[in-house]
């Protein structure tokens, strides 16, 4: 069966650090991946997702992705982060088997400092 | 404004009776899910719905039930065979024409005591 892992469940950073979130699945075929945010208070919302074409992904509020198939990651990025990027973050992976399910990860929980 | 409706925000119930969650879209999406949201365990699937009239279990359906009368309404009864119920309920709804990104409620928190 399919699964996600996020591996940091819990990080702190300064503002302006730069940050990576990791995140491996475990099936190796066609697959199309999503990165949520969940901000204090706030409904998940989607930062970014990857189909299919170029391998980095760009989403919302700076953020970024990259999809290496022989890694089965697909990790986030951001260069320089605020504190208003504190939030827990999940990855998601369609299920491979063709239903409408999505499998996510156990989610980072990520606090920026001031 | 198109969304997804969760309600009550918070609800508390005795240990032993059945309570319904209420999720409501008016995106005219063809699938919703339920979810149930635990510290340090991620989303975990309940039940999903990919057309009127028709639903499948998750990964965790034991104690739950669901029901699809209406595309716009999905509501998920928590029975009292559920032996841990108290969590973060979240429901989720996506268009259904292929894979797309899911659209989420705001959640119901519910409370057994």
């Known amino acids: 069966a399919q699964s996600v892992s996020q591996h940091n469940h819990h990080v702190i950073l300064s503002e302006a650090a730069s940050l990576e979130l990791g995140c491996n699945y475990s099936?190796?075929?066609?697959?199309?991946l999503f990165w949520y945010v969940q901000y204090p208070g706030q409904h998940l919302q989607l930062l970014l997702k990857?189909?299919?074409?170029?391998?980095l992904v760009k989403g919302i509020k700076g953020f970024e992705a990259e999809f290496i198939k022989s890694k089965f990651s697909f990790n986030l990025r951001k260069p320089s982060v605020q504190w208003s990027d504190t939030a827990e973050y999940f990855c998601?992976?369609?299920?491979?088997?063709?239903?409408?399910?999505?499998?996510f990860g156990t989610g980072t929980r990520l606090k920026v400092l001031a | 404004d198109g969304g997804i409706t969760q309600s009550p925000k918070y609800l508390f119930r005795k240990e032993g009776q059945n309570v319904t969650l209420s999720c409501e879209q008016n995106?005219?999406?063809?699938?919703m899910y339920w979810y149930r949201q635990d510290p340090g365990q991620g989303l975990r699937l309940i039940y999903y719905?990919?057309?009127?009239?028709?639903?499948q279990k998750g990964d965790i359906a034991e104690g739950y039930s669901v029901s699809r009368e209406k595309k716009e309404s999905f509501p998920l009864t928590v029975t009292s065979a559920q032996k841990n119920p108290t969590a973060f309920y979240l429901c989720?709804?996506?268009?259904?024409?292929?894979?797309?990104?899911?659209?989420f409620g705001p959640g119901t928190r519910l409370t057994v005591t």
């Open positions: 989720a709804s996506t268009p259904g024409q292929g894979f797309n990104e899911q659209y």
């Open positions: 099936y190796g075929g066609t697959v199309n």
């Open positions: 990857y189909f299919s074409g170029d391998p």
């Open positions: 998601a992976v369609n299920d491979p088997s063709g239903t409408y399910k999505y499998i």
């Open positions: 995106l005219n999406h063809d699938a």
């Open positions: 719905s990919q057309i009127v009239n028709d639903f």
